[in-house]
């Protein structure tokens, strides 16, 4: 059994407090999350764990670092340092500083190189210097047999970690699903068929994706969340731009190629008087390009995210039109959950991940009208305000953390 916290501080072991974690990101690391805002799933999931009581040590682990890039940005950051005016522990931590203590540390593997191999040998070779490299650093910190709780759809099941008690995969996408990683296919479908060798413990945010997997052990479906904070009290104001007449219709997220964009020239020309405005990551300009030809719809580059926030709450419907295909089947949308927080009436394609989250999501199958639901999305108008309090309290961030602990620490 790993070794509960509070036992070591004297405290009786019969129900311990708190439990020794290792949290590995997936490819991320905390500087990228600290830079994007910490609005992802595993941003969220870092930042929770610290604060968490349960969690008694914690170890974060960011993605395997490309020792020739690091030693480069170190040799020009090195030579900026005089330059630099010092800054307090509190201006770091602002800054996206990890909050390093006796009973938080963040590991920052190095290796020969920032990808992964893709042949299998080459895969087991990397986990295994991951494996050791975060099996030392949780040594030193006094742990003993933690939990981990792991993103990484490689290290799910290549990496041993039999240094630990118990391991679950926190599986954030369908990887299988996802296209741009079509090199490591592979390797995925040998690493979940080890963690169901392994019966490692696995929670997905849908049920598509935990089915992909197929574990054997214990697992756990675990939507994606909102954080109260935001969305609680008076709104912001939006951005200037924002403020036109006729009903404002919003899209935030990554404008990819999940997006229906047949549906969102159908919408566009059916409600002409409707500003519809796609805000996010550009990731396929070719994509969306037909969008750029009407004279309603407003592609935006990524905003901060109090913007993001503002622009939600100051939204008249919020849209999800995905297209229906193995990737958007396996999603856990975070646009879904924080539109339906601002209060938002919803329009959305009818998917799985969009069934049964709420009464305020109003459903569109292939080939029907989405100017339709919208206009009655907009004859429904918003959520009272003890409704969309309730929403937020029931599907908070902490709630999800806690349903992942239940299981990582069972």
């Known amino acids: ?211 992909r997997i197929a574990p054997t052990g214990e697992s756990k479906v675990i939507p994606n969340g909102i954080d109260p904070a935001e969305w609680l009290g008076a709104a912001s104001r939006p951005p200037a731009w924002a403020e036109a007449a006729g009903p404002l219709l919003v899209y935030a997220g990554t404008l990819d190629s999940r997006i229906d964009v047949d549906a969102l020239l159908a919408l566009a020309r059916q409600m002409p008087d409707a500003r519809i405005v796609l805000v996010g990551p550009l990731l396929d300009a070719q994509h969306l390009e037909p969008l750029r030809a009407t004279g309603n719809v407003d592609i935006r580059e990524p905003l901060a995210r109090r913007e993001v926030i503002a622009l939600i709450r100051a939204a008249d419907v919020g849209l999800v039109p995905h297209r229906d295909n193995a990737l958007t089947r396996a999603m856990s949308p975070l646009k879904l959950y924080e539109y339906l927080a601002a209060g938002l009436p919803v329009v959305a394609s009818d998917l799985a991940p969009m069934r049964d989250v709420d009464a305020g999501v109003l459903l569109v199958a292939g080939g029907e009208d989405y100017a339709a639901a919208v206009e009655a999305a907009l004859k429904r108008g918003r959520a009272r305000e003890d409704t969309r309090n309730a929403f937020i309290a029931r599907h908070s961030w902490r709630a999800r953390h806690d349903r992942l602990l239940d299981l990582a620490l069972a």
């Open 1 to 211: 059994m790993h070794q509960p916290v509070g036992s070591m501080r004297g405290t009786p072991t019969t129900q311990p407090s708190s439990w020794d974690v290792v949290f590995c990101f997936s490819y991320l690391s905390w500087e990228a999350v600290a830079h994007r805002g910490w609005f992802g799933t595993e941003d969220r999931l870092a930042r929770g764990l610290i604060e968490h009581e349960r969690v008694g040590r914690l170890l974060v682990c960011d993605q395997m670092r490309s020792l020739p890039i690091m030693l480069a940005r170190d040799l020009v950051e090195g030579g900026r340092i005089g330059r630099r005016r010092r800054t307090s522990p509190r201006e770091k931590e602002r800054e996206g500083a990890f909050p390093t203590s006796p009973m938080a540390q963040l590991l920052r593997p190095v290796g020969v190189r920032r990808e992964y191999p893709t042949s299998i040998a080459g895969v087991e070779r990397a986990c295994r210097a991951f494996d050791r490299a975060a099996g030392r650093r949780a040594r030193r910190m006094g742990m003993v047999e933690p939990a981990v709780i792991v993103a990484n759809p490689l290290l799910a099941g290549f990496a041993k970690f039999e240094w630990a008690a118990e391991v679950t995969f926190f599986a954030t996408d369908d990887w299988l699903a996802y296209e741009p990683q079509r090199r490591w296919w592979r390797a995925y479908e040998e690493s979940f068929a080890r963690v169901g060798r392994q019966k490692r413990r696995v929670g997905a945010v849908s049920a598509a994706a935990l089915e």
